[in-house]
């Protein structure tokens, strides 16, 4: 997340999904790890402003100590993520990384995700991902894929729009079809092209 986008419709959007599935129950003990690319930018109004923004407590968001950017704190920024055990929200600029250069703050790895998926663990984890270039369809596929590769037992299931869509994995099949399940009944015929589940 960076502090320019604050604000945008795709944060109105998130906080709808959050405020959803927090309302029906669908996640318990939620925090949100910001994944800020640029955290000496947020003063208090704007962590106030985003808490809003996702419907969630001040105290639900993350702090780190460790800095993304710096590629030296990079394991250390998600061992901070670790210690927490509820529900989770990653919110990356760009979503799950499928290169093979190093990542960049803008992104979350499979390799990282794995971690905040313990073997025996039921967490659900949602990650925003964006697609400017190619259809946001393909883009979910490319994902999943290396998703899939690296965390052979998990389960996703897709929110998709035209440029960004909501991914909701899991180490148990049920979150993800839960979630499927609720959003699909919110739009009706329209599901077929939003909504999709896969896995094992």
């Not at 704007?46 to 990079?74: K, T, W």
Request: aromatic share 8%.
């Amino acid at each position: 997340m960076n502090r320019k986008f604050l604000g945008d419709a795709y944060d109105c959007w998130k906080g709808w999904l959050i405020k959803t599935l927090q309302d029906e129950k669908l996640v318990s003990d939620l925090v949100v790890d910001p994944m800020f690319t640029d955290p000496r930018d947020w003063g208090d109004d704007d962590l106030a402003a985003y808490a809003r923004l996702l419907h969630v407590e001040r105290g639900q968001i993350i702090s780190h100590a460790c800095d993304l950017a710096n590629r030296a704190e990079r394991a250390g920024y998600f061992k901070e993520t670790e210690k927490h055990h509820g529900d989770l929200f990653l919110d990356p600029d760009t979503g799950i990384y499928t290169g093979t250069r190093q990542p960049h703050a803008k992104h979350v790895t499979a390799k990282e995700i794995r971690g905040l998926l313990p073997d025996a663990s039921k967490r659900l984890i949602m990650i925003y991902q964006h697609a400017a270039r190619a259809p946001m369809s393909e883009r979910v596929d490319e994902v999943t894929k290396v998703l899939q590769k690296e965390v052979p037992s998990c389960t996703w299931a897709s929110y998709e729009s035209a440029t960004a869509a909501m991914l909701f994995v899991s180490r148990t099949q049920e979150g993800p079809r839960r979630v499927a399940k609720s959003f699909g009944e919110k739009l009706g015929s329209g599901a077929r092209s939003r909504i999709r589940n896969g896995g094992n």
